[in-house]
């Protein structure tokens, strides 16, 4: 069955600073894409950042970047020069097609002024 | 990204009425979902929306408690039947990206936030 799994409910980071998340999965295939979604207050779920498990680079969009450990099926989000508009709860997902989608329990993250 | 709206944002109901939930994508997206967030959890799909056939249900969920039509390929409703008040959550309607965009990557409408007394 695959599952993915974030170990950590609450994170916080001090404005301008770095932080990561982290997330592991389980599966069996070796073909599959991963998510990172972001879910403010207002609760409409923004993608974050994606990655294909086909691709040993890791994927970057702006301030966020992944590191994407396919052996140890481990995807952690860093977010640097954090911003008070970061704070969120963020997801992450597993996809083995782009149809059945399998979330974390989510971490919220605190931005601290 | 896909533009993905939903009707009604949010909703207060009464017990044992139903409450019908409107979602609209852009053209550009090819297949829908539907999923429900319960308070302070993660996100759990009930359903995949078949245009002009029956919806695909998720272990745990049946059509007569959450019927879901897609008409076209731009709109899809789910319904929350005979409601209970075990039944608020959010309810959120997705899209698959098509054309010009992350063809693997599900998104999201903004919800619809649903409290049953």
């Known amino acids: 069955a695959q599952t993915v799994t974030q170990s950590q409910p609450e994170m916080s980071v001090q404005e301008a600073e770095t932080v990561t998340l982290s997330c592991t999965y389980d599966t069996s295939e070796s073909d599959y894409y991963l998510f990172w979604y972001k879910q403010p207050p207002s609760r409409q779920m923004i993608l974050v950042i994606r990655q294909e498990a086909y691709k040993q680079q890791n994927a970057t969009e702006n301030r966020f970047s992944v590191n994407f450990q396919k052996a140890a099926k481990s995807f952690s989000l860093k977010i640097s020069d954090s911003q008070l508009g970061d704070a969120a709860m963020y997801f992450c997902?597993?996809?083995?097609?782009?149809?059945?989608?399998?979330f974390g329990t989510g971490t919220s993250l605190t931005v601290i002024p | 990204s896909a533009v993905i709206s939903q009707k009604p944002s949010r909703d207060i109901c009464q017990r044992g009425t139903s409450l019908t939930i409107q979602c609209q994508v852009d053209s550009q997206v090819t297949m829908m979902f539907w999923y429900r967030q319960q308070p302070g959890q993660s996100l759990t799909l009930i359903a995949t929306a078949n245009q002009g056939s029956e919806a695909t249900y998720e272990s745990g969920f049946v059509i007569d408690k959450f019927p879901i039509s897609r008409p076209n390929l731009t709109f899809s409703t789910l319904t929350v039947s005979n409601m209970s008040p075990e039944d608020s959550s959010i309810y959120l309607c997705?899209?698959?990206?098509?054309?010009?965009?992350?063809?693997?990557?599900?998104?999201f409408g903004p919800g619809t936030r649903l409290l049953v007394l």
């Open positions: 997705s899209g698959r990206g098509g054309t010009n965009m992350y063809q693997e990557t599900q998104y």
């Open positions: 997902a597993y996809s083995p097609t782009g149809n059945q989608f399998y």
